[in-house]
Every structure is written in C-alpha cells, then in structure tokens.
C-alpha cells in the first residue's frame, strides 16, 4: 500500500518544492509516494484510470507527515533561501539529490517542529545541516554560471542524467532573451520527484547555447568530460545525453535550443520534454497486479542473412517485466487503388511526457467514444451504410516504457477498443532531437536507439524533425540509413521551423514521398511534410476542416501523403480532425502511417509482397 499527499496551491512554493523532493527521496526503493498537486485534476485521473481504490491500494497523509517519513528515512537537510537564491535552485537541487538531502528552507524547518510537535519531537537535533549560503558563497559561486560549475566539478560524477529547469525566469514574455528578468512566482516543481529519485543534474543557464560564451563553454567543457559527466551518456560512451525538463530560453518564434542538439558544439543532446509531469518517480516503479508492458532493453543486434541478400534485424532482450507484451492494431491490409487518395493523419506532440500524462488523455478518450458512437450505428458490418472510423496514429515517447510504464499500456489498451489508432515514434525517434544535426560518431547509436525503440513499441513509423537547412543531408546521409536493417521504413518529417521549405521538394504540388533504395538494403519511404496547427486564420497551417478537406480533394488521385497536426495555434482533436472525417470526399481514405508506407510503395511500383 503506498500513501498520497495533497499539495495545495496555497501552500509556500519552497514548501512544495521540499515535498517534490521527499517523495523523488522515497520512492527510489519503489512506488510509496504519489503527490495530488496544482488542482489535483491530472492527478486524481490516474489513481481513476488505473483502478487504484482508498484503503485498498493507498492511504492518504498530510504534507507534514511526508516530511517526517522522509526526514526519518534520509536525516539531511540543505537549508537555503527561496527568495534570496532563486537563480540558483538547480543546483541546490543538485546538491540536495547527490547528497540524499532534502532542500527545505530554515523557517519551514523551525515551524514544523513548532506545529507538529508530535511527528518531528527531537528528529531535528538529529538531522545533519548543509547550509547553501556557504556553499555558494558570495561573491564567487552566487551566479548560476560559477554554482553550475563548482557543484558540477564536486559532484557531477554522483548524477545519472542531465534535466534544464527554469528556476522562475520570465523567458516568454522577455525582451531581451540573453538576460530575462527573475519574476516568476515560483518554479515549476512538478518535475523534481524525479530528479531526486533518478539523481539527476540539473542546471539553467540561458546562454549556454549561444557559441563564444561563458556558459557555452561550459556546456562543452561539462560534456566533453566524461570522467563526471559518463552517467549521462546512453547506452554508454559514444551514446546520446538525454535532457529532460525543457529549455525553455531564447524565444524567437519558438525556443531556439528546446530539442537540444544545436546547444553544444558536440551535438550529442536530445530533449525529453518533462517539464509539467509529475509523478514519474511513482510511475517508473509501479506495478500493479495486472499484466504491464514489457519492458525489455534491446541488448543488442541479431543480423540474420536473408536468402535474397537481405539484413535483417532480429533483437536480444533482457528479462521482460510481465507476460503481456505491447502490441498495435493489426495494420490496414488495403490494395492499392490508383483511383483513391490515402492520408495517414499524425497527432503529434507525443514526445512530451508532460503532454500525454495530461490533455492528451483527454483526447484520446475522445477519440474512443467518437469511435464506439460511429461502430454502434454501423451495425452488422455486411449491411451498415456508416463507414468503419478512420484510421489515426498517435506519437508516443518511448520513454514511458522506463518512466511511466502503466501509463503507455493504458494507451496501447485503449487503441484495441477503437480498431482503428496507432502509434508511431515522436519526433525525432528515440530523442527530440534534429539528427543531421548531430555529431556524426553519435548519429549512428541514435539510429540504433531508435530502431530499438521502434521494436519495443511495435511500430515501424517515426517522426522526424530536422532544421531547415540540413534537409540535404538527412536525405542523403541519415534517412537511408533504416534501410540497412528495416527495422524502420516509414519516415514522416517536419521541418524546423515549420513554415519555411526544406528545399528539397519539388514544387510541382504532385510529390507527396521519396523512396530511398540501395542495393542490399530494404527500402524506406520518406512522405512529404504538411503541418496542420490550427483551425482559425490564414494561410496553409491554419485552415479549417472544410479548407482541409478541399485541399486534399484536390490531390491527384493515387496520391499517398501524410498530415501532422499539433495544437501550438489552437488545434484540437474535435475541432480538427474529427469535423474533418465526416466531410472528405469518397475517394479519400484515411490510414494509419504503417499502411500509407506500404500504399506509398505499391503506388512506386514495387508489389505488396515487398520486404516491410
């Protein structure tokens, strides 16, 4: 049984912070904490989702007795000042985590052995102090630049990952991103569970992307330095660094550096967006009595010869965590039809952990019951008038599989009800991340990563993100690369920034996708990118659903394309998508991504029977 904790709003944000940080502290040996916070909504939906009863499953505890139990479990302290050492929370973090500590202001300490005499007594005389004013002491290590570089040098080799947290800059609406003012409220603590259970370093400094700086170079320096910094590399040297949180500085129509590969002259970063979700200590360690998705580690490689010649690629796994594996809906088995259209439309954005912990739900449920409406009025299949739901694919971060496995399996159960969903990798596979961008001697792994990733997740479809002038060489250096093993045959791309051409796609309004062939390698289908954002307004990101529709009543029949559609400029499930199906034209059927590839290389000339 474990316990949940409410955090109201009207509690102090150092408070709150210190509460984070507890039960990230508890929950390393297993899932005891669960934390009810902001307005409890997204919260108190899973403990519902997933069947977990009062009484049964958990106990609730006020935040005081929190404190207690961890105080009574980890007895260290790192007292600090909220107000005063704001710019520097990250890396009192830091030092709180790397030394099992819990961040707590002096105050806040005094005051609950004042008003709960009963759980703390004489726990506090016992408690062992680290005092952060001396720590970072004015005026030497009291800027982020100097705190991230002392406490990176002293305890950088204790972490097992990197995490960007904005500790309350105002980098939204700031005029002058190299400098945004320290106004926020507070910081977003959602997150800090766990960078607290995982042991993660965490740092903010807003120029560190910015080339010729101070905190650029220190970026270099700290990934350059794989003595401290070798934890944070994935599967090992040579591997990707993950970052989690969100780099939420240097905003120029978007933020310049939130998918982290071109903020460090190595190019081994990636984003995984995390900065609202919460829980995810909890997540990452629960397991309930119910079949859960296996969580295997792809070992390694198994290269079978194929007797035409062909590689192709079989996987070694560890120890699975259950006997239920994860599993798409079969794929469409559709004969190409020159006289038809096919989409294949992409709900996008699930590369953010925070997103599909939250809203997302929200959409797929809506989806769900628009697809049961559509299945009960169809009636018996042989004399139904009301065609069958069209075909949607969602992104999905492959990172649930370590960091909210229950939740992934909630997803991939609640696609079998609808027939019709499924799921492809999110931008861009294994890590946001702009791939051409990265270095070439880490380009190969996250290739490999992804392929892995593709394989437990039961897809062959990823979104790929790029900038916008690397477009040649991701076409002629990394995209052929899935064909070596086929593990990955369908490529669907955005450009960054959206609006502005690849330049690598003829103008002719009648290319919608790129078969790339090499001898010995399977082939792979590269589609066209087309972003769908928003239903209000002008120009072609923003059309409505009937504007969409006449586009693609306009298509060339025997056309094979694809759609992304992400919310940043209002769109919705219901306002986009589902208006749009009720309103095609009858020559237009809707596909999943895997479908619209083996469309796409049927429509190239190549059979169904072609190797996929």
Not at 122 to 127: A, G, H, I, Q, S
Not at 482 to 506: A, D, K, M, S
């Amino acid at each position: 049984m474990f316990k949940v904790v409410t955090i109201p709003n009207s509690l102090p944000s150092p408070f709150k912070l210190s509460l984070r940080a507890c039960a990230g502290l508890l929950n390393r040996s297993g899932a005891k904490i669960y934390v009810i916070g902001d307005d409890g909504t997204k919260d108190k939906k899973w403990l519902s989702e997933l069947n977990l009863e009062p009484c049964k499953d958990y106990e609730t505890i006020i935040p005081e007795e929190l404190i207690a139990l961890c105080l009574n479990e980890f007895p260290t302290v790192v007292l600090y000042s909220y107000r005063k050492q704001k710019s520097l929370l990250p890396n009192i973090i830091t030092l709180a985590a790397t030394h099992n500590a819990v961040p707590i202001e002096a105050p806040h300490l005094s005051r609950l052995s004042d008003t709960h005499p009963h759980l703390f007594r004489d726990r506090f005389l016992l408690l062992k102090k680290i005092y952060a004013q001396k720590v970072f002491r004015p005026p030497t290590l009291s800027t982020p630049l100097a705190a991230t570089r002392y406490i990176f040098q002293k305890y950088a080799d204790l972490t097992h990952g990197l995490a960007v947290l904005n500790p309350g800059y105002d980098t939204w609406n700031s005029v002058t991103p190299w400098n945004p003012p320290l106004t926020k409220k507070e910081m977003n603590a959602s997150f800090v569970d766990y960078v607290f259970s995982e042991t993660l370093f965490v740092m903010y400094l807003v120029n560190c992307g910015i080339p010729y700086t101070p905190s650029h170079r220190l970026l270099n320096d700290m990934l350059n330095d794989e003595t401290r910094s070798g934890m944070w590399r994935h599967p090992g040297p040579g591997g990707t660094v993950r970052v989690y949180g969100y780099a939420d500085y240097w905003l120029v129509g978007g933020f310049l550096f939130e998918a982290e590969t071109m903020a460090s002259s190595s190019r081994c970063m990636g984003s995984v967006p995390t900065l609202d979700a919460s829980n995810l200590s909890f997540f990452s360690r629960f397991h309930d009595d119910r079949p859960t998705v296996v969580a295997a580690a792809v070992d390694s490689y198994v290269i079978v010869e194929k007797k035409d010649g062909l590689a192709a690629a079989a996987v070694k796994t560890t120890a699975v965590a259950s006997s239920c594996q994860l599993l798409q809906n079969p794929t469409e088995r559709i004969a190409y039809d020159p006289q038809m259209t096919y989409v294949a439309f992409v709900v996008g954005d699930g590369d953010n952990i925070s997103c599909l912990t939250d809203y997302r739900t929200d959409w797929f449920e809506q989806r769900v019951a628009y697809c049961h409406d559509k299945q009960s009025k169809m009636g018996d299949a042989s004399t139904a008038t009301t065609p069958p739901p069209a075909a949607l694919t969602w992104t999905i971060s492959p990172h649930l599989i370590e960091m909210a496995p229950s939740i992934l399996q909630w997803y991939y159960a609640r696609s079998q009800e609808t027939k019709c969903d499924y799921f492809l990798l999110p931008p861009s596979g294994h890590l946001y991340a702009y791939p051409s961008s990265l270095d070439v001697t880490v380009r190969g792994q996250f290739i490999k990563q992804t392929e892995q990733d593709a394989i437990l997740l039961d897809t062959k479809s990823t979104v790929h993100w790029d900038w916008f002038t690397s477009w040649h060489k991701a076409e002629k250096e990394v995209i052929p690369k899935y064909g070596e093993r086929g593990v990955i045959n369908g490529v669907f791309p955005t450009n960054v920034p959206f609006f502005l051409p690849t330049g690598t796609w003829p103008r002719d309004g009648a290319t919608f996708y790129k078969v790339f062939r090499k001898e010995k390698h399977h082939p792979v289908v590269l589609f066209r990118p087309r972003a769908w954002r928003g239903v209000h307004g002008s120009g072609p990101y923003l059309k409505s659903p009937q504007e969409m529709s006449n586009e693609i009543a306009l298509y060339p029949k025997g056309t094979v394309a694809y759609v992304y559609m992400t919310s940043d400029q209002g769109l919705t499930l219901s306002n986009s998508f589902l208006e749009l199906v009720d309103i095609l034209p009858p020559h237009v059927r809707l596909v999943s991504t895997m479908a619209a590839t083996q469309l796409a290389l049927c429509a190239d000339g190549l059979s169904n029977n072609t190797r996929l």
